[in-house]
């Protein structure tokens, strides 16, 4: 793993990137781009790292992700298929200047800020869906019509969700290494006891430089981080079982229930109750 910036191709006869990625080129870990992307997933499931955010993605789920945002769409499980249509683009492919028409400034105010991740929803989700599809499958004048018509209904709507937004890293290959590792341990290890001696000596630091070094680079601390990877396994078990509140409290890495329902309230602002219910409901 030691892909930081990952480089993007481009045909002759596109300006800008649309293609299928599917296992096993769908596994890039922890990197970033020049190139602003539009992705939706069209197999599998697991956590989007997106800049500072931590969430499911699943099939279906469509991202806009702003230049230079570090992400990484980690499967639910290794054996697992993932695959997702992607488009990249540079924000100043059409040319210098088009962006400062008139007619472009939804498209201008969408692409203003770099680092800036956002999740679409709903009806938006389904449109922007359909017309990636259709980018990846057109050719000529129409592929750019496509994207233009797609960056302005997302820039023009109200049902989408700013994920993370001014995430800036000065990470290099070396950096990312230590990064990616440190994920990766947290993953195989955050449903058991983590002290911070035992992280950071995985990545031979002394307790205050691994602190330090993630609140850098991650945007906020080790701890806040795998409480955030703890809830989010909750909250896939809400969703998709049965089990009792109580069980899914201590099989996700939680030994005590008013621990866990106060951390909870502070991820999701609800109850772990009322999480279900209202995922029940619609």
């Known amino acids: 793993m030691k892909t930081l910036i990952q480089k993007i191709h481009v ?21 970033r781009h020049p190139e602003c992307e539009l992705i939706v997933i069209t197999e599998g499931n697991g956590t ?49 200047g088009f962006l400062a028409l008139p007619e472009m400034h939804v498209i201008a105010g969408l692409l203003k800020n770099d680092s800036t991740g956002i999740q679409l929803m709903g009806n938006l989700s389904a449109e922007i869906d359909l017309m990636i599809r259709k980018i990846e499958n057109t050719e000529g004048l129409e592929r750019i019509q ?26 290099g290959r070396e950096e990312n290494i230590v990064i990616e590792a440190i994920i990766d341990y947290s993953f195989k290890n955050f449903l058991n006891p983590i002290s911070l001696e035992e992280v950071a000596s995985s990545t031979n630091m002394s307790v205050s430089a691994f602190c330090r070094f993630f609140k850098k680079n991650i945007k906020k601390s080790y701890f806040d981080f795998i409480k955030e990877l703890r809830i989010g396994h909750a909250c896939k078990l809400l969703r998709d079982t049965d089990r009792p509140i109580l069980d899914i ?7 005590s229930w008013a621990h866990f329902s106060k951390q909870f309230k502070v991820v999701t602002k609800a109850s772990p109750l009322k999480y279900r219910k209202q995922f029940r409901t619609g």
């Not at 045909?11 to 990197?31: G, K, L, N, V």
């Not at 790292?49 to 769409?73: A, M, T």
């Not at 409290?249 to 030994?255: D, E, Q």
Request: hydrophobic share 35%; aromatic share 16%.
């Open 146 to 171: 496509l994207l233009l018509n797609c960056m302005e209904q997302i820039g023009s709507s109200e049902e989408h969700k700013v994920i993370t937004m001014a995430f800036d890293t000065i990470a």
């Open 249 to 255: 409290c201590y099989n996700s890495g939680y030994n």
């Open 11 to 31: 045909e002759d006869q596109y300006s800008f990137a649309c293609r299928t990625y599917r296992t096993p080129t769908f596994e890039t870990a922890w990197h």
């Open 48 to 96: 989007a790292l997106i800049g500072d955010y931590i969430g499911d993605y699943k099939q279906g789920d469509v991202f806009f992700l702003g230049s230079d945002l570090p992400h990484w769409f980690r499967k639910s499980r290794q054996d697992a298929v993932g695959s997702a249509i992607v488009v990249h683009f540079l924000k100043d492919f059409w040319g210098p």
